[in-house]
Structure formats: C-alpha cells, structure tokens
C-alpha cells in the first residue's frame, strides 16, 4: 500500500502516519489562539517533528461545528508565513494544508506543502481538483454532511456507512476524471461532520469496508466532543487518553494516517499497536 506525493511515494505497509495538528486560528475548537503568532505556531510544529510526527496539518480557518468562513486573504495571511518559516527550519518536513479554497492550497504548495487536506472532499470549490492534479498534491479528502455552521443541526442519514462509502466512491471517479492519480488520495470519513455520536461509532465500526477503491484511510478523532460525551466530561483535558485508544484501535482495523494534537501520547500507541500488528504469526 502506498501514498504518492509528488516525486515521493510513501509506503503505509508496516507503519502508520502521524499528523499533527497546526491549527494557526483564534476560533479551533481545542487549540484555537495558542499559534496565531506564526513564531509560536513554527515553536509548536517543531515540537512536534521532534516527538515523532510525519507530517503537520496547517488550518486558517477552523471547522468546529459553528464556526465562521474566514476570508481567502486572512487564511493566506495566517498560513502562508508559518509554511515558509518551517521550510526554513525544518526543510524535509512533510506539510500539509487543511483548506477548501483552491487559492489557499495553490499558495500553499508553492510555498512547499506536499498534501491538501478538504474537509469539503473537492466540493467547496470547483478549482481545487484542478489545483491539487496540477500540484501533483497527495489529498486527504474527507467526508461531511452540510457546513460547519449548521453540520451539527440534525445530521440524518438512512445508512451512514453506505452513505458516506457511496459518497467516496464518487468522489473517486470525479478526482480521477480531473487528473488526480487515485494512488495520492486517503479517504476519512470526517467523524463529528455533520454527524450524530451514534453516527460517529456506526463509521468507526465498519472501518474496513470504507475503502473506496482499496484506498486506506485517515482519520480525526483528537479531542473531539462526541468523546467526552461517552465518558461524561465535558474537559478537553479529559478527552488526551480517549483519542490514544481511538488511534490503537484504528491503526488495528488498517487506518493509515491519524490526524492528532498530542503527538507523543499517540506515537506511543501507534508503536504498540504495530509491535503486535507486525509480529511474525505462532510457527513462523
Ligand atoms: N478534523 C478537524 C479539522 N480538519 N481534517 C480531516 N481530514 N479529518 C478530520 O477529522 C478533521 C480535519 C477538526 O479539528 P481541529 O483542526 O482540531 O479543529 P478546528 O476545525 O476547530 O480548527
């Protein structure tokens, strides 16, 4: 199994990826106003390199459920000077840009990012597809019912699983028809977009059959709310341990990428898990 980026092919065979989250925001949910100064942002994603994560995940604009669109200048604003600092200082880095506007991810991979993250899967804007097959991008297209501002309303589905299955397989053939190679895209399938908390487990659930095309998956659980509903708290401190089972269990069912903000804790799980995963099978 492989992610193509670019000249660089990526192999998800034995390892999984972790993504640390770069939210250069005032407004995210669990990290919003700590890395808008683009000093404290490159701090932070240096931090993160050094304790093991494989690629950052830049936003301007925050996806929490209710937030605001932020205008394409302010999310180029935010972004562009924090990409190009860690170019500098960390110049083998894997970026990558969390965006819906194709003008923001044009800049961006100029600028040396190799991955566009769409939270809208290329539906937000119709130059995007254009942007990531020109860029030869690697793309994490996501799944999400609605927009942010009103996604949380009353998320309905008949099936969520077939659904959300259904929508990657279409968004397969119209990325493949705009010229992007299948081989440079991870599905995910966008947990709390637009989604109940029982949605949210169905989608966990049947992990394995969400591989549209045999693609392999990433997936964003980091502190999320839905799991501080299951175990009673409403502190985000409380949600660090939830998110590393989370990480064991999905890198057991064969996800590939896992977006995060506490990179050492799910580093940890991520390796345990793989010790097991990886193990030569008894009378090996
Ligand atoms: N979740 C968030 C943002 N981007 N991208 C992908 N591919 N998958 C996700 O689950 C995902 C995502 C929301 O988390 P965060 O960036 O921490 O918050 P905010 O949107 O408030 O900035």
Known sequence: ????????????????LLMGVLNVTPDSFSDGGRFLDPGAAVSHGLAMLEAG????????????????EVSEKEELRRVLPVISLLRREASRALLSIDTSKSAVAEA????????????????GDPRMAEVVARGRAGLILMHMQGAPRDMQRNPRYHDVVREVRAFFEERLQAASEAGIDPEAILFDPGIGFGKTLEHNLALL??????????????????????LGKILGSEELE????????????ARERGVVLLRVHDVTQNLEALRMTEAIVNAPSPGV
């Open 53 to 68: 994560a494989d690629i950052l995940d830049l936003g301007g604009e925050s996806t929490r459920p209710g937030a605001n």
């Open 238 to 249: 409380d949600r660090v341990w939830p998110t590393v089972a989370l990480t064991s269990y």
């Open 1 to 16: 199994m492989h992610w193509r980026l670019a000249d660089n092919t990526i192999d998800l065979g034995a390892r999984a």
């Open 205 to 226: 659930q049947a992990l394995d059959r969400l591989r549209a095309g045999g693609r392999p998956l990433a997936l964003g659980v980091s502190r999320k709310s839905f």
């Open 108 to 123: 961006a991979l100029e600028a040396g990012a190799a991955i566009v993250n769409d939270v809208t899967g290329l539906r």
